[in-house]
């Protein structure tokens, strides 16, 4: 067998994998599209007696808060609920930004546009950890 | 909002090589955007004060003692109700720029219209948790 026979050999086996590949691609774009689009961002606050729920988009999607947290009053329940809703979208813009590196490359222009559009639907307006007060003393509650 | 003509849009045959009036479009659908991007949604209900991004994101929470006296679950359906009627708020808002932008009867208001209701249409849930033992934060007030 010549080394020409070889040389062809090895091209052509290049050009099959990157058929497969140009052939495999668009499922796997898909797959992936659709898995950033149902992305959910969760987060808590108040040592987990607030949990939020967020869209790929920031929307709010699901909520829960506790006894003791409405029991704080309304100032503190405010509190907490607003540091789990920027809770859950930090964890939005991590997972797409991860999942988008992954598929497209950290440097990509790609990744870049799409991140650029998810932390302005996320944005992180209120400190996520607002810990639990330092004194027992309740603040007053209404606004 | 803006001082667009909305004839810009108007369904009519381009002559050839009528760049200049797609640009104005893309011009005018750019602007619209940005212009969107700073409204905001409000809403104030049963003792919870919303506002929204216009994007939808929660920007602004108050709540009152009041709406806090029937626990966390009753709370938790109270902010839901109130983000969903901002987000009411805001669509109404973005469809009334769409229709004075584009015109109300035009394929871009539509698509407005349906986009808004897709991304804001639905209230959010109670998420089912189950918080187990109380946390110690202190004293609370008694429950009314």
């Known amino acids: 067998m010549s080394a020409t026979d070889d040389v062809e050999r090895e091209i052509l086996a290049r050009v099959e994998a990157q058929t497969r590949e140009a052939e495999q691609r668009p499922a796997r774009v898909g797959a992936w599209r659709d898995e950033v689009l149902g992305t959910r961002g969760r987060g808590t606050s108040a040592a987990g007696r607030v949990v939020a729920e967020v869209d790929l988009q920031g929307v709010l999607t699901g909520l829960a808060v506790s006894d003791v947290v409405a029991q704080r009053g309304g100032r503190e329940a405010a509190r907490a609920i607003l540091a789990a809703v920027t809770a859950a979208h930090e964890d939005v813009r991590s997972r797409v930004a991860q999942s988008s590196a992954q598929m497209w490359g950290a440097d990509s222009s790609t990744t870049g546009a799409l991140n650029a559009e998810v932390v302005a639907d996320n944005p992180l307006l209120h400190d996520p950890d607002d810990g639990p007060p330092a004194t027992s003393e309740r603040p007053e509650g209404t606004w | ?144």
């Open chain 2, 1 to 144: 909002m803006t001082n667009l003509d909305p004839h810009l849009f108007e369904d009519t045959p381009l002559a050839a090589g009528d760049l200049h009036r797609l640009m104005a479009q893309a011009k005018a659908a750019f602007e619209w955007r940005a212009a969107i991007d700073r409204l905001t949604g409000e809403a104030d209900l049963d003792g919870v004060r919303v506002s929204v991004t216009g994007g939808g994101a929660v920007a602004d929470l108050a709540i009152t003692d009041a709406a806090c006296t029937d626990g966390g679950e009753a709370l938790g359906g109270l902010v839901i109700a109130a983000v969903h009627a901002a987000h009411e708020d805001l669509a109404g808002k973005i469809r009334s720029s769409s229709a004075a932008t584009f015109g109300e009867d035009s394929d871009q208001a539509a698509t407005v219209a349906h986009g808004t209701q897709q991304r804001f249409g639905r209230p959010a849930g109670l998420i089912e948790t189950d918080f187990g033992d109380s946390v110690d934060w202190g004293q609370g007030p008694p429950r009314r």
